[in-house]
């Protein structure tokens, strides 16, 4: 059973190697420029790192294939270098020894690039996924559009000076009769 067992974890890790390398067909290069976007804030990049970077995309491959139970041992990292550069590839959960297509992983990254910039304190230039461009945020959409406000708040005071406009003459003619009924009346006086 042991013999087993460690000859299964042996065989996992070779599939593994097989799996991620520079020509993967899945596989993806990452650039971080830490010192670029920290300055002198900028953190090393370890092992734990690596394992934050793995546990960030598995979250990413569980949101996007909703009922699959993606782990950090499913994603596959390789060619590490001193620069902060790797490739990375992504298993099935059920099975290892395949990968998960680069649609679906392309994906995960644009879906959730936010969180990726936002877990690594990073920008969009200074975390790279070479071969994943980055969107440009949704265009915000409104409810109701910012003209249309615009134009009921212009045709109200449009309105609401008509209708003074309305009562400013009506109460002028008003005005005139009254002086007039009381000029006729101050000739009908002066008369008697």
């Not at 090393?44 to 960030?56: A, D, G, K």
Request: hydrophobic fraction near 45%.
């Amino acid at each position: 059973m042991l013999r087993t067992l460690s000859l299964l974890l042996c065989l996992s890790s070779a599939v593994a190697e097989q799996l991620c390398r520079q020509d993967a067909p899945n596989g993806y290069k990452v650039r971080l420029s830490i010192e670029t976007a920290l300055g002198k804030e900028a953190y090393v990049w370890n092992e734990n790192e690596s394992f934050f970077f793995r546990s960030t995309l598995a979250f990413a491959m569980r949101q996007q294939l909703d009922g699959h139970r993606f782990e950090e041992s499913n994603i596959q990292m390789c060619n590490e270098t001193l620069r902060v550069s790797f490739w990375f590839v992504v298993t099935w959960p059920d099975d290892p020894s395949s990968t998960v297509g680069g649609a679906e992983v392309e994906k995960a990254l644009r879906r959730f690039r936010a969180r990726f910039n936002g877990a690594f304190l990073l920008t969009d230039q200074t975390l790279e996924f070479l071969g994943v461009p980055p969107t440009l945020p949704a265009p915000v959409s409104y409810d109701t559009e910012p003209w249309l406000i615009v134009f009921a708040v212009l045709m109200s005071l449009i309105c609401v000076l008509l209708v003074l406009l309305a009562l400013l003459s009506r109460r002028k003619k008003r005005m005139n009769q009254k002086s007039a009924f009381l000029e006729q009346d101050a000739v009908v006086f002066t008369q008697m």
